[in-house]
Each structure stands twice: as structure tokens, then as C-alpha cells.
């Protein structure tokens, strides 16, 4: 073939990659991007460009050194025709690690590439093909997939016969020690690296911290945010929080509808869902219902099949189905001791207004006694809570029954405002009262407002719901 070289190579040769890499038949990108056919000075300026042609590496190439440095529209002419071969060095500390993306322009003939991935030694890492086809004049691109795990030094570019084709640059897209994503440093633009490139864990697949995690450290180390005891989950005051890789769940609690983040009463009365027995009237409360029979007499309740007078039933001791323990009485609501020395510690709460307030207590050891943890049991050092008010006045209780060693130390208490209409608040306090109980002391009495709706089981002396603190002394 006679190529007249007056004739520009945009007027003659046109070209596109369409890879595959060898011997594995996937097929890889093609990149002739129409509406940036002709890549110009700006568009093609990039850190990682070849920038040296290797000793020894050129073979029938006619102006080798065009294939350095950024596309330009200079190209190195490969003369294929007689095996031409043409191998660029990448630059020590700019060794790739991604894929390589050839510039080239226009061919006369279908072409089929060789392109070897080398180490700094010359050693052979990978190879794969590229054929190329004729799609008019222009500088145009295309990417060749590395996937290896060792970085490439040099890159060689071989030609089958009966073939020409021109080459303007070669760019390896990752490189070593230059602040690319997955190297396991924090670069500019960077969040976090934690040397992958893998999305789900914390540190996304471009080195930004994913919502729901927190990263520290080079490489990145990341962590799941527990927003459900942060206090940053928006779960409705009656739902339960689950924590999540990256996020939460809000589920409505028994007796209650809704996504979790905004949760209704059911009213089972309504619906008739109720379990009330002929002749018992239904009344709705928050969460639940209650049976109670039209003719009981005040002050009695229905509970269950039997009117109850909550004050002193040692089976329904201030709400329906608390039962005081072996030995106890029921007294104005409270099951209280009876013979030997008595119960060592006890702690009532009451409130002014009707709803659901949750007594809770921290032990000196940091259990929690609530209803949620109602033990008695090593998670509660023996500590027992009773009866779980949902409406009313109270009392919930927490006790050591006689027989029991209260662990000494110093106790927190709350109380919280877990569903009350209209909700605690600034406008619309909810009073209450905490006693504590003590063998062989004065009562203690705690008073004062709820002024935010909340549950949960955490108490501290810094928390809103936090009553105050007692201090038992051991045994001497």
C-alpha cells in the first residue's frame, strides 16, 4: 500500500476501539463519545499520560515520542504493515492501576491490537485485543479494563500485518501514591478511603462517607451510626427504633398504627377488635382497652371477670392483674411487706393527670429496672418493676422484696411522660410524685414536672426525665 504522507491523517483515517480482553470474551467499553469526537488541548490535560517511550520498545513506529505527554493531534504512525510495535513508560510513582485509555486517530483497514500490561521490570502482567474500525476523522478514545491487583509500569501497543493505525496518547486512569480512590489515603476531595472501592461498608466506591457512618483513620475505618440511642432517630414516642447498617427502622408499638415515624392509637372499642365480655363496658386507652363492667361499684373496676378494688386486691394492687408478691398486702394501691424486716428499698411513682408515665431506675451497678426490663433477675440485681400503667394516676413500683440486698451505691430515677393527651410540655406539665421507701429511714419524697413526651429505658442525671438520685449504704 502507498500512503501519500502530504495528505493529513484526519482526512484518510478514522478509527474506534472495541476491546476484549484475551481469552476471557467479555466484551469492554467503547468510548467514541460523538458530541467530543475531536478531544481538545484542555479537555485531554490529566496527571497520568505516558510520558517517556521505553529503551529499546520501538519497533517500525514512525514518530514514537507523539504518543507522550497529552493528546495533541501529533501521533505516533504505527506501520503495522510490517509488525510496527511501540511500548510507553507510565513514570515511576504513576503506575496504573486502572483502566488504560488509548487516544488514537484514523486507519485505512480494519485493525487488530495488541496491548501487553507490564511491570517496572518488563515482566508481563496481562494482555488483551482491540480491534479497531473505521469511524471517520478525529481524535477519538476508549477505555481497556485492568482488573489485575498489580500495578502496570509500561504499556506496549503491537499491530497485526497488513495494517496502520496512529496513536496520540495513552492514560492509565488509577495510579500509586497519587491520591486516586481506594489507595487507602484521604485526598483532596476525598471523605475517606478505606482502600477499596466497594460501596455498603461505610466508605462509598467514590471515597465518600455513606449516610449512617461515621470513618476516622488512613485507610478509612468505618462505623455504623446507632441513631436509636444517639437520640438522632425520629421514630414516633410510640414506636420501637431498631438500628440498621447505615440507617434504623421505626416500628409502632402494640396497640398503635401508622410507618413508625408517626404512630395512632387503635382504638379496639371502635373496631370492635376489643376481647370485653357481654355486659362489660369498653374503654380505649393509649395502646390497649379496658373491660369494665357496666354495674361495678365505684370505687371498684372490672378486671377480667371480677370487680376489683385496686386500692387493697393483692391481686390487682393498683391496676388490673398486679400481683403482690408471696407475703405482700396491697395498701392505697402499693404492695407492701409484711412480717419480718420488711422490703429494703421500694420506689412509687404517681402523677397528677391521666396517662402513661414509665418509672425507671437506674442501680448503682448501671442495670435498668423498668417495664421493659422488669426482672427480678441478675440483669436487674434482683430488682422488680410492677405494674405497667398505661392510664391512669399510677403507681408503678420498683422493689426489692424482703430477702433481697439491694446492691449499694448510688441510684438514679426517671420518670417518664410516655403517652399523655394533650402530650407533656411547657404549656401542659404533667406533675408528678416519686416516694422512696427505705428500711429503717424517713420516706423520700421527689416532686415535680414532666415537660416532654419520651420513652425508652435510658436514665442519667443529665437526662430530661431524670427525677434524682439515692444512695444506699451496704451492710457494715
Sequence with gaps: MKVDRGVSASRWLSAVFAFVVGGCGVALEEDTLPTEDVVTREQALAPNYANA???????????????????????????????????????????????????????????VVQVEFRRADMSLIATGQAQLLDVGVGTHSALVPYIQPAAYRYVTLRGALLSL?????????????????????????????????????????TCQVEPGYTCQGQPSVCHDVNECTNGTAQCSPNAYCTNTPGSYTCTCRPGYSGNGFTCVDIDECALGTDTCQPGEQCVNTPGSFECNPVGCPAPRVQCGAVCADLSSDPNNCGCCGNVCGAGKTCSSGVCVGGGGGGEPLRFTAMWGRDGDADLVVRTPTGRIVSYGNPGPGPSTDQGRFEGDVASGLGPENVAWYEGTTPPAGTYDVCLKAANFHPAASEMTPVHYSVTVKRAGQADQVFTGALKRQDVGDECHPKHHAYVGSIVVVGPH
Excluded: K, W
Design 53 to 111: 517511550v521505553a529503551q529499546s520498545g520501538v519497533t517500525l513506529v514512525a514518530n514514537p515520542q507523539n504518543a507522550v505527554g497529552a493528546p495533541d493531534g501529533q501521533t505516533a504512525n504505527f506501520l503495522s504493515l510490517l509488525g510496527g510495535a511501540l511500548t510507553l513508560d507510565m513514570g515511576q510513582g504513576e503506575e496504573g492501576t486502572g483502566p488504560l485509555r488509548i487516544y488514537y486517530r484514523g486507519l485505512s483497514l480494519g485493525v
Design 165 to 205: 493505525y496512529q496513536v496520540d496518547a495513552v492514560e492509565a486512569t488509577g495510579g500509586t501514591g497519587s491520591g486516586m480512590c481506594g489507595d487507602g489515603a484521604v485526598g483532596t476531595g476525598e471523605q475517606c478511603d478505606d482502600g477499596g472501592r466497594v460501596a455498603g461498608d461505610g466508605c462509598s466506591a
